[in-house]
């Protein structure tokens, strides 16, 4: 259990995650789903959300707090804390871009025990969200959503998505429950990785809402409506990383320290010690990063949205490599169906596509590179 949560709070958080995933992550793993009242049940102690304050039934966590918590579900269950972050997304979502009615309206189900989805992906909108296409409509007292959305984490499970879409000349999001007529949910059939995350395609044919399912009116810029919830879903994703290193270093750790070959531990190979000492330098440095893009979260940093981005990039790459050599270490030991470095070298792949791919994340931090020297030279005496 991570030692700088708030206690009792963030333990008690903490050991309700262990509790209710227990030994079961393989087998959900396997059979590609969670039982849904353990999701229930995780989100009713408002552990899914834990950024919602305590008033809207939250656990009121800083950043830097939730994040240690998603890192500490993440290196349990890399599908679990896929859940968690798009729960978090879509109450971020409705915090930052609705207003108190509709906090009031949403917020207190979804740390009531129901589940949410945030859908930004279309078919020819992954990386390039201006290609959207779903469209978002007021029409007098109602608000019609049509349109499709792909890979949407969660959604196999959720009563209610947040939908991104155009609106006008700019975009809005709206608050689609499941249930409405017009929503159709398909599961992804066999995701390589997060297999028990609840990925679905979802289609929306001329769904029609009240109108103040609308999040905070029509036609915004859609770099500005999107950065938000972006930002928090790239910080959730970077600690559930931090998690997979953490899981893998343990698990390569005890291997390497109680396998013998040649005569001496496995770990005492230079070559064996090798993965260990980068695994440590991995974990370390994701968290590092983490850490950095919290503070900014937590003192409003103008600073948030790059740091997330060089978080997610940072702690995504680090547990891809990390995973990889720690099923190096493992071999056949963990190269079962479910094991722990196996599931984490599968969720780790995906976690450099998701909220921004490799390539996404190093143009923006490039591209903030280039502004810097542009500013610094224009401010020179």
């Known amino acids: 259990m991570p030692d700088d949560l708030p206690v009792p709070l963030g333990a008690s958080a903490a050991a309700a995650v262990a509790e209710a995933i227990g030994g079961h992550a393989a087998d959900w793993d396997r059979a590609g789903a969670v039982p849904i009242p353990v999701l229930r049940g995780l989100g009713a102690a408002g552990i899914l959300s834990a950024q919602v304050p305590a008033s809207y039934g939250g656990l009121g966590l800083s950043s830097a707090h939730n994040g240690e918590l998603t890192a500490h579900t993440g290196a349990l269950c890399g599908s679990v804390r896929s859940v968690m972050t798009s729960q978090g997304m879509a109450a971020w979502a409705i915090r930052r871009l609705g207003g108190p009615e509709q906090w009031k309206a949403h917020?207190?189900?979804?740390?009531?025990?129901?589940?949410?989805?945030?859908?930004?992906?279309?078919?020819?909108?992954?990386?390039?969200?201006?290609?959207?296409?779903?469209?978002?409509?007021?029409?007098?007292?109602?608000?019609?959503?049509?349109?499709?959305?792909?890979?949407?984490?969660?959604?196999?499970?959720?009563d209610l998505i947040v939908v991104f879409g155009a609106c006008g000349d700019g975009a809005a999001a709206a608050v689609v429950p499941t249930d409405t007529p017009g929503v159709r949910v398909r599961r992804v059939a066999h995701p390589m990785g997060c297999r028990a995350a609840g990925h679905a395609d979802v289609t929306f044919d001329r769904v029609r809402l009240p109108a103040d399912h609308l999040l905070g009116g029509s036609g915004r810029s859609l770099p500005l409506l999107v950065t938000s919830a972006l930002s928090y879903g790239r910080l959730s994703i970077a600690w559930g990383c931090a998690g997979i290193l953490r899981a893998c270093l343990a698990a390569a750790s005890a291997h390497a320290a109680s396998r013998r070959q040649f005569g001496k531990r496995l770990g005492d190979h230079q070559l064996v010690a090798r993965h260990l000492a980068e695994l440590v330098v991995a974990e370390r440095s994701a968290t590092?990063?983490?850490?950095?893009?919290?503070?900014?979260?937590?003192?409003?940093?103008?600073?948030?949205?790059?740091?997330?981005?060089?978080?997610?990039?940072?702690?995504?790459?680090?547990?891809?490599?990390?995973?990889?050599?720690?099923?190096?270490?493992?071999?056949?030991?963990?190269?079962?169906?479910?094991?722990?470095?196996?599931?984490?070298?599968?969720?780790?792949?995906?976690?450099?596509?998701?909220?921004?791919?490799?390539?996404?994340?190093?143009?923006?931090?490039?591209?903030?590179?280039?502004?810097?020297?542009?500013?610094?030279?224009?401010?020179?005496?």
Not at 290 to 317: M, N
Not at 320 to 337: I, M, P, T
Request: proline share 3%; with cysteine; glycine share 8%.
């Open 288 to 381: 590092r990063a983490c850490e950095h893009a919290s503070r900014c979260w937590d003192h409003s940093s103008p600073d948030l949205v790059i740091a997330a981005v060089l978080a997610k990039h940072t702690a995504a790459v680090q547990a891809a490599q990390g995973a990889a050599a720690a099923v190096q270490v493992l071999a056949s030991a963990g190269a079962g169906d479910g094991h722990v470095v196996a599931r984490a070298y599968r969720d780790a792949k995906l976690m450099e596509i998701i909220e921004g791919s490799n390539e996404i994340c190093q143009l923006i931090l490039a591209q903030h590179a280039l502004e810097t020297t542009t500013g610094m030279r224009a401010g020179a005496p």
């Open 107 to 158: 917020l207190p189900s979804l740390t009531g025990g129901a589940l949410a989805a945030v859908a930004f992906s279309e078919p020819e909108a992954g990386s390039d969200l201006g290609a959207m296409r779903t469209a978002i409509t007021v029409d007098g007292d109602s608000v019609v959503v049509d349109g499709a959305k792909v890979w949407v984490t969660a959604a196999a499970y959720a």
